[in-house]
């Protein structure tokens, strides 16, 4: 299994920014998929869901009506779209999926929201 995100980076307050989670090794329409996020001096907390056949979408209330989690099959990608960009939204993002009690981790993007 192996998970990989890409699109992190610097932006300023206000900014969008399109995360991106590359899943291979593993039947990937057949499972949840979830992005974490871990900020400096902070425990790991869930950002979205999304279920395998792309419903079941579920957000931390921080971020509902800011950020949109979506899937693609086809291709084995799980995206997070995030707008309105905050400083408290700064923070190590993780691509996730849990295959009976066994969890994987990607290796996280840097997400810096600041001006």
């Known amino acids: 299994v192996q998970l990989v995100e890409s699109g992190g980076g610097l932006v300023q307050p206000g900014g969008s920014l399109r995360l991106s989670c590359a899943a291979s090794g593993f039947s990937f329409s057949t499972y949840f998929m979830r992005w974490y996020r871990q900020a400096p001096g902070k425990e790991r907390e869930l950002v979205a869901l999304?279920?395998?056949?792309?419903?079941?979408?579920n957000y931390a209330d921080s971020v509902k009506g800011r950020f949109t989690i979506s899937r693609d099959n086809a291709k084995n990608m799980v995206y997070l779209q995030m707008n309105s960009l905050k400083p408290e939204d700064t923070a190590l993002y993780y691509c996730?999926?849990?295959?009976?009690?066994?969890?994987?981790w990607g290796q996280g993007t840097q997400v810096t929201v600041s001006s």
């Open positions: 996730h999926t849990r295959m009976r009690t066994i969890d994987y």
């Open positions: 999304i279920g395998s056949a792309g419903g079941s979408i």
